[in-house]
């Protein structure tokens, strides 16, 4: 069963540091997503991307946040200066057709950043 | 707030029992989904209900939908170790934007 990849599986980053975390999602699907998770905490939305852009964000999606689709492959999400508040869980998502099936999303299995 | 709550928070039964989750919300949706995480692990989508759907079934798993009381329950019939995870409902008020709910941790005792 295909399945959406995400690397690394924990990363340890200094506050302050700029991070990426890489997913590569199913191959056929067109719409991509990253949540986060922070522990103890509810699964939070963070941004949806589709053609090459952002589709949608939330107020967690701030500046210091981006995603890029570098190599048609690739899902990134770059956090540009960590504060110890982003340490969480992150998850990247895929959809074939944004919700518009019964199928809903594929998650990857997650990137446990811990900010020092 | 949009987001679903699940209740209880905990349930613990022994195999071969139903286990059943609810989840309410408080504005309209598109669909409502239901997803499983194991413990330290991703999340997997189960069933999705859509707004103009009352229930739906897929296997051991029964979702009703009940727009006029803004609720939907999860059923797991016969259920076994394996089905031991944190489930969770997830509106989906605009296509591609989940908003998840708290979580029901499901513990079943061999």
């Known amino acids: 069963e295909p399945e959406v990849t995400q690397t690394p599986s924990h990363q340890v980053t200094q506050m302050g540091q700029e991070v990426i975390l890489r997913c590569v999602p199913i191959s056929n699907h067109l719409y991509f997503y990253w949540y986060r998770q922070i522990l103890g905490q509810k699964v939070e939305f963070l941004v949806s991307f589709y053609n090459n852009e952002i589709s949608e964000k939330s107020e967690i999606f701030d500046d210091q946040f981006s995603v890029e689709r570098p190599d048609g492959s690739n899902f990134t999400l770059k956090i540009r200066s960590t504060k110890l508040e982003d340490s969480a869980m992150y998850f990247c998502?895929?959809?074939?057709?944004?919700?518009?099936?019964?199928?809903?999303?594929?998650f990857g299995s997650g990137t446990r950043l811990t900010v020092v | 707030s949009q987001q679903g709550e699940e209740d209880p928070q905990a349930l613990s039964i022994q195999e071969g029992e139903n286990a059943t989750m609810n989840c309410s919300y408080k504005?309209?949706?598109?669909?409502l989904q239901w997803y499983r995480q194991n413990s330290g692990r991703g999340l997997v989508h189960l069933i999705l209900?859509?707004?103009?759907?009352r229930e739906k079934h897929s296997g051991r798993l029964r979702v009703t939908l009940d727009t006029s009381k803004k609720s939907s329950s999860l059923l797991i019939t016969a259920s076994r170790a394996a089905d031991t995870a944190s489930y969770f409902c997830a509106k989906e008020p605009s296509y591609g934007k989940l908003t998840f709910g708290q979580g029901t941790i499901l513990t079943v005792h061999p």
């Open positions: 504005t309209s949706i598109n669909n």
């Open positions: 998502a895929s959809s074939m057709t944004g919700g518009y099936t019964n199928y809903g999303y594929t």
């Open positions: 209900i859509r707004s103009n759907e």
